[in-house]
């Protein structure tokens, strides 16, 4: 049987909770959550129906899932309504894919001020793309573009980087102040040079690092001002990658659609316990030899880590409560993306979006897991019907929380 992530905060974590606690490094609100909701998902912990065949009467439970957005068992549910939702949006243009990566320097202040620099990171990209845009040289127009946030490496290291995917071209005016969709000056699929995208960049990341700084916004629960390595930062270049940019919607939307609700490790890639140590696959970066998240033609390996180590590198991907890692700017930004998108389907000759029709949930669910969820899987001729139900458990309890469990009726 796999391997689940949640054996492995089972099996490692008692030991490492009391170490923690001894050594006074409790949890975080949240990496609590985190922790709770991958171990209790489909668990009876948080209930569940009890189903019956109407047909041979075989019966089975179907536990909840925790919907927590880093337990990796929820989220190819979650990803595939993303997804959909996503799916009147994309214009009909090439689109490229941008991954800016903060530099290892900073990742001593992610580790106490996560929030300021998740946040920061997203905000410089976001205006250095739209500085870029608006610019006549490249665009001269409103972009479309949306980012993600990853804060791992393959190993579960810290390796703070951003995903853009962003239309090629942008929303401008003619000389008769009509709106019209421009494409890039050089080329189709040419957005901006990436070496001019780095630098900018880094001067307005390292101009908020330094007026937060001025400001105290940087201090540690303790007080304390972390040490900035300014000239470090100034010295080197910073990473930005252009992809090869993708053509059509769907293409799009596929590709997009695999980084917005990914977790830092599925269960897909743990290999096993062994031991004191958890084994899982990692990629390796074929041209440089290194740990790559995201080269989908790396080759890979089996990494090593003892589960204490394993579940606090695990821990550092726990992002700050209500934090959001996908965003959406230019036309895509909420506050007016409907008017604007709909003036740059007219501008491009694309028809106008349909009002989203929603599916039936047994229509979704057949679709996204492969098979009718309502069918009996023992006779294949029946329906589940409820029979009965658990109601969930307090976390760390042993008892359910409201009415007491029920039974068939």
């Known amino acids: 049987m796999a391997t689940t992530l949640a054996e492995v905060l089972r099996h490692f974590g008692p030991a490492l909770l009391a170490q923690r606690q001894a050594q006074g490094r409790e949890l975080t609100p949240g990496q609590a959550r ?3 909701a991958i171990t209790r998902c489909r668990t009876p912990a948080l209930g569940g129906q009890m189903l019956r ?3 041979c009467g075989a019966e089975q439970w179907r536990w909840h899932s925790c919907r927590n957005r880093h337990c990796p068992q929820c989220q190819t ?3 595939e309504a993303w997804r959909r939702a996503r ?3 994309l214009l009909n243009v090439p689109y490229c894919h941008l991954v800016f990566t903060l530099p290892h320097e900073l990742n001593p202040l992610a580790a106490v001020r996560p929030r300021w620099v998740y946040d920061t990171l997203l905000d410089t990209v976001a205006s250095t793309l739209s500085a870029f845009a608006a610019d006549p040289k490249w665009l001269g127009g409103i972009p479309a573009f949306t980012l993600v946030l990853h804060t791992w490496s393959q190993d579960l290291r810290r390796h703070l980087h951003v995903h853009a995917l962003m239309a090629c071209g942008a929303l401008s005016s003619n000389d ?11 080329s189709p699929t040419f957005l901006f040079p990436v070496r001019a995208l780095s630098q900018v960049w880094r001067g307005r990341f390292i101009d908020a690092l330094q007026q937060a ?5 940087l201090r540690d629960p303790q007080g304390k001002s972390p040490e900035l390595p300014l000239q470090a930062l100034r010295s080197k270049p910073w990473v930005v990658y252009a992809k090869t940019p993708l053509a059509g919607p769907a293409a799009v939307l596929d590709y997009l659609s695999r980084y917005t609700h990914r977790t830092a490790i599925g269960n897909e890639r743990l290999l096993g316990i062994h031991g004191h140590d958890v084994h899982f696959r990692t990629r390796i970066n074929r041209k440089h030899g290194q740990d790559n998240a995201e080269d989908g033609g790396a080759r890979s390996r089996v990494t090593k880590l003892g589960g204490a180590q394993f579940i606090e590198r695990l821990l550092q991907h726990v992002v700050p409560r209500g934090f959001k890692r996908i965003r959406h700017y230019g036309l895509l930004s909420p506050a007016a993306k409907t008017a604007r998108l709909d003036t740059a389907r007219a501008a491009l000759g694309m028809p106008q979006a349909n009002p989203a029709v929603a599916e039936e949930v047994a229509q979704f669910m057949r679709r996204v897991a492969g098979f009718d969820i309502a069918a009996c899987t023992h006779c294949g001729r029946g329906c589940w019907q409820a029979a009965g139900c658990v109601v969930p458990m307090r976390a760390g309890s042993a008892e359910p929380c409201g009415p007491a469990a029920r039974g068939p009726p």
């Open 34 to 36: 985190a922790w709770a």
């Open 87 to 89: 799916g009147a949006e």
């Open 53 to 55: 065949c109407d047909d």
């Open 176 to 186: 008769q102040g009509q709106p019209v969709w421009q494409p890039p000056r050089r």
């Open 213 to 217: 700084e001025a400001g105290g916004r």
């Open 77 to 79: 549910r979650q990803r």
